[in-house]
């Protein structure tokens, strides 16, 4: 299953909605993850299940989206959310990740 | 708080292998699988398999089959990658990760080069 996102990159300011979408190349259902990395850290996990908002990841980041069309927003984009944005289908093997979208300034 | 620790950075020639270790504690090892991902600099993440650590099978992506093992030991409670044949776009941060996707190694950058 191959995994698209757009855009890449992506040039945004504090305080804006972000959007980012990740397809699937086949229907995936829900089995769908999104993290975040910063350079130089493993990633961390934001949301599974394509809606549901990992613990302790704040509220400004939901998801949503199943089959084959998902959506990570930032609904006010801070300071420490510029980063590289990757989604992850886990609903066969081999599981894959989307290429990344990199948030900068 | 579960707690994966890997080992040091490795620099291999093109040809050889590399056995990359993950230590496990703070979680039951037994009851969840345990994935490996890799990183190439500049690049995406990219899944090599998972190990279940109860019985010890696997699940390999296919790009990988023929050079890549995973194994446990319970009794240290750690999981192995083995990679052989290295080639020299096998160069990367090599993470281990619990299968609830929540928690990841520190990572282990294997360089390939002559």
């Known amino acids: 299953i191959q995994l698209t996102q757009s855009p890449s990159p992506l040039s945004a300011s504090v305080g804006d909605r972000v959007t980012i979408t990740c397809r699937a190349s086949q229907d995936i259902k829900t089995y769908l993850a999104w993290y975040q990395q910063k350079p130089g850290q493993a990633p961390k996990l934001l949301i599974y299940?394509?809606?549901t908002l990992q613990s302790g990841v704040p509220s400004r980041f939901s998801g949503s989206g199943s089959g084959t069309d998902f959506t990570l927003t930032i609904s006010s984009l801070q300071p420490e959310d510029f980063a590289t944005y990757s989604c992850?289908?886990?609903?066969?093997?081999?599981?894959?990740f989307g290429p990344g979208t990199k948030v900068d300034i | 708080q579960v707690q994966l620790v890997q080992s040091g950075a490795e620099v291999k020639r093109p040809g050889a292998s590399v056995k990359v270790s993950c230590k496990a504690s703070?979680?039951?090892?037994?009851?969840?699988?345990m994935h490996w991902v890799r990183q190439a600099p500049g690049q995406g993440l990219e899944w090599l398999g998972v190990i279940n650590p109860t019985g010890g099978s696997t699940t390999y992506a296919q790009k990988f089959l023929g050079r890549v093992t995973m194994t446990r030991d319970t009794s240290t409670t750690t999981v192995y990658l083995e990679l052989s044949r290295l080639r020299y776009d096998d160069t990367a941060i090599y993470y281990c990760?619990?299968?609830?996707?929540?928690?990841w190694g520190q990572g282990t950058l294997v360089t390939v080069s002559s």
């Open positions: 992850q289908q886990v609903d066969s093997y081999p599981f894959t």
């Open positions: 990760v619990h299968s609830g996707w929540d928690d």
């Open positions: 299940a394509a809606s």
């Open positions: 703070a979680y039951i090892f037994g009851n969840y699988y």
